[in-house]
């Protein structure tokens, strides 16, 4: 079974180091022999691993990549540097630019971000136009800022190799009315966009609320709309 963690430590000299388990659980050591990936792991690294055990029963991590990246397994990355050798810039390079270069395509991805909040934003406008319901348009407001924050914390303790915030903390604010702050948060941070699973729940959040409020302002909430206000009161 796959366990996520964080990389807590890490010798590049000698090829080893140790994973805090997101359960909490005790660290349990790696050994750059089971590294899979096209670079080198740093520090504060999210990844996933199968927990297994040496000759003598102790517990180690077997086949560790990156928790939120597809790529080719390079064989290179798991050789051990030479003593007093730095590890080679390549490795480190892309990490890099990932983090500092901002918002990649800005342009179309604010267009995206426009016309997904278009439908939803209109209908709790109508909402509170037709009946004087305002909690919609502030849930919108106020989760968004949630949202953002919260990514922006559980990106900041995957640096850390700190306590994560659970993903189920993030969609239940997303599905709250948070989600164009999440969307925002993960281009800003470069933070859950390539964990498909994530994806996954996130996107279907969004769809969630597209249906709403189409069936809202198209059919009157006559077939998702009554059912959900009927629940919220």
Not at 22 to 44: E, N, P, Q, T, Y
Not at 73 to 78: E, G, I, L
């Amino acid at each position: 079974m796959e366990c996520r963690g964080v990389l807590r430590s890490w010798d590049d000299d000698k090829g080893f180091g140790f994973i805090r388990p997101d359960d909490a659980a005790a660290d349990v050591f790696m050994h750059i022999s089971a590294l899979r990936g096209d670079r080198r792991l740093l520090k504060g690294d999210q990844v996933i691993y199968v927990l297994g055990q040496d000759e003598r029963g102790r517990l180690r991590a077997e086949h560790v990549r990156l928790a939120d990246q597809l790529s080719i397994d390079r064989p290179s990355v798991r050789r051990k540097a030479k003593t007093g050798q730095r590890e080679p810039a390549k490795w480190v390079t892309p990490r890099v630019v990932s983090e500092q270069g901002g918002i990649r395509n800005l342009s179309v991805k604010l267009w995206v971000l426009l016309s997904l909040c278009c439908v939803p934003l209109w209908g709790a406008y109508q909402l509170f136009a037709d009946k004087g319901i305002i909690w919609a348009l502030l849930a919108y407001l106020l989760m968004s800022l949630i949202s953002f924050g919260l990514y922006w914390h559980d990106k900041k303790q995957a640096r850390q190799g700190q306590w994560r915030t659970h993903e189920s903390t993030l969609h239940a604010v997303d599905l709250a009315g948070g989600w164009p702050g999440a969307l925002v948060a993960q281009q800003a941070f470069r933070h859950k966009t390539r964990k498909l699973s994530f994806q996954l729940v996130f996107w279907l959040i969004i769809s969630a609320h597209q249906v709403f409020w189409i069936d809202w302002l198209i059919f009157d909430g006559k077939w998702v709309g009554d059912i959900l206000l009927k629940l919220i009161r």
